[in-house]
């Protein structure tokens, strides 16, 4: 009996392994080719852990092709997009919670349906008549494609739970519709104002497709940047893995980090942008 | 939870429950909403409606448009190109939707027991999915590569031949969903973990009274009431699937040829590299409806296995 509980243990740890695995083999692998000069790179058989670590890979990369004016961008598209998706979405999310009128979401349903490519055509043109292009604006207007179905989303199914009672007393007691959101509904729907932030902040970090169509030169994105440096910029793997790796830290950081809201929001939305 | 996504959506069917005051109540919350109501309009509805008119029209970037009524999608019948992309978007989907679902499965049926450290290892397991997708399309391509990459070396140590992967027309589709199943099956674990949490004891309870084995018990409880959950993960991969972009493009922009160049990159090519946006517009219609359809097709049919889990269930 001992034993047999032992096996499946065993067992377990062994199905686990293997899945984790993947993942992690890949991550190990992202870093060890950031680490590696060309010549380590270029060795067969493979070598997992260099001699010598190749820091100046990151040095490089921090150093040279305007990274920092990127990384810079995409704090400023990101932030912007999700500061204005919330500012929009949660109070959006409270109206159509508290009117039942839940039926409006299937637009934010249809939203997540649509490939981002045909919302670029139309706006695209639209910011080029605007005489937008060159600036950060075009990006940060079409992130809000992302981050406000996200945020009304999420905030739809907060404020459903929350629960009325307290709310009509305040009402009772003389309180504004406004008042009653601000003191009442949103203190108690602030857990799902931090899963929606996170999620938006993800999802708009991660997008790409956005930024090959409206970045310019001195526009472009963090995924766009990279990009562009396997096409033209860089050949060699070492400063290209470590690029990847500045890119996706902060994502992956976020992850590890905030797990259980990532998990609570992709499992009662799975809303994904883009 | 995640069945909110559809209920939503299916709602329909759920009379209001009309109060007399329903009306002014609603008008309350208006400005809630308005704010919404308008960014919606304008980043979303309107682009919809702009690309249904862009593509009854001969509109390049930078000339003259006219209005040419069907043709662009007179011309898409008779366009090998499209009718590629349609195929290997097809392929691709149904791989992309498959693969993960089993693994998916089998994975949350392993997170679903208790261990030590069972959330951390989930962390990680998860982490695929929340990364920068260029970025890690940079790497798998290192990986792919034929002389230099590390997945020719993994094969060489239990002895199969070297691989072209994404370099050769036949293996690239698959090469490609390789790395969408292995960075989207941390999604329908998630969702089927949710479906498992949800599952009463008491069935298994009696099944072990009545003598039944692991499998069994797998086949005629679990599976049939995580089939909700499993349409819901189809449904959301299926999407994802056909929307596929950052990876196919990032790691072979459709190529080699167009091998691997599904309706969306066909669409960016068309739009973005020979500035057709009229044509291009008829694609993104005809794509969007493609999309659309199938999603509800699929809607329909967990219609009917909740049907099904419910009688089931009596």
């Keep these: 009996m001992m034993l047999r509980t032992l096996l499946q243990r065993a067992g377990l740890a062994f199905a686990v392994l293997v899945l984790v695995s993947p993942a992690v083999l890949f991550f190990v692998w992202m870093l060890s080719l950031s680490l590696k000069y060309e010549v380590d790179n270029a060795a067969y058989p493979p070598i997992l852990i260099p001699e010598t670590f190749a820091w100046k890979n990151y040095l490089d990369v921090l150093e040279s092709n305007r990274f920092p004016q990127f990384f810079l961008n995409s704090i400023v598209v990101t932030g912007a997009a999700t500061l204005l998706g919330l500012l929009v979405g949660v109070p959006a999310g409270y109206g159509i919670a508290r009117m039942k009128a839940t039926k409006s979401a299937i637009v934010v349903l249809i939203a997540r349906m649509t490939p981002g490519l045909s919302y670029l055509i139309p706006l695209f043109l639209l910011f080029q008549w605007l005489g937008l292009m060159g600036t950060l604006w075009p990006q940060i207007i079409i992130h809000l494609v992302i981050t406000v179905p996200i945020v009304i989303w999420i905030m739809i199914g907060y404020f459903e739970t929350t629960p009325l009672e307290l709310e009509e007393a305040a009402v009772i007691d003389g309180a504004t519709r406004w008042q009653v959101f601000r003191h009442v509904a949103l203190p108690i729907a602030k857990p799902g104002v931090t899963v929606a932030f996170i999620l938006a902040v993800i999802f708009s970090w991660n997008n790409f497709v956005f930024g090959i169509v409206l970045a310019g030169r001195e526009t472009r994105t963090l995924p766009v940047a990279v990009y562009n440096m396997i096409s033209f910029e860089q050949l060699s793997w070492g400063p290209l893995a470590a690029a990847a790796l500045i890119v996706t830290l902060p994502v992956l950081l976020l992850t590890v980090f905030a797990q259980r809201q990532i998990v609570a929001g992709l499992t009662a939305g799975a809303v994904k942008g883009g | ?314």
């Design chain 2, 1 to 314: 939870m995640s069945d909110l996504v559809m209920e939503k959506a299916a709602g329909e069917a759920r009379p209001a429950a009309e109060q007399p005051t329903a009306g002014r109540r609603m008008a309350a919350y208006w400005p809630f909403v308005l704010p919404a109501v308008i960014v919606v309009g304008s980043v979303i509805v309107f682009p919809w409606v702009f690309t249904i008119w862009m593509s009854l029209h001969e509109w390049k970037i930078g000339g003259a448009s006219s209005f040419v009524g069907l043709a662009n999608y007179l011309r898409l019948t008779t366009d090998p190109r499209f009718g590629e992309a349609v195929v290997h978007t097809l392929v691709y989907t149904v791989l992309a939707v498959i693969l993960p679902l089993v693994l998916g499965t089998l994975a949350a049926l392993v997170f679903h027991a208790r261990f030590p450290a069972r959330g951390f290892l989930r962390g990680l397991f998860v982490m695929p999915m929340m990364a920068t997708p260029v970025a890690i399309a940079l790497v798998w391509t290192m990986m792919f590569h034929p002389e230099l990459g590390v997945l020719n070396y993994l094969l060489s140590l239990v002895g199969i031949p070297p691989q072209l992967w994404v370099f050769h027309p036949v293996t690239v589709i698959p090469s490609l969903v390789l790395v969408e199943t292995w960075q989207w099956t941390p999604l329908v674990m998630l969702i089927l973990l949710g479906g498992l949490a949800a599952i009463p004891t008491e069935p298994y309870e009696s099944a072990l009274i009545d003598g039944a084995g692991r499998w069994q018990m797998f086949r005629y409880i679990t599976l049939p009431m995580l089939a909700p959950f499993l349409m819901v993960a189809a449904i959301i991969r299926t999407i994802d699937a056909l929307k596929s972009f950052d990876i196919i493009y990032a790691i072979t922009q459709g190529g080699p040829g167009t091998a691997s160049e599904t309706i969306n990159l066909y669409l960016y090519s068309v739009a973005f590299a020979y500035y057709d946006v009229g044509y291009g517009s008829a694609i993104a219609v005809v794509f969007f409806t493609l999309v659309v359809g199938l999603s509800v097709l699929l809607l329909y049919l967990r219609q009917r296995t909740k049907w099904t889990e419910a009688g089931a269930a009596i």
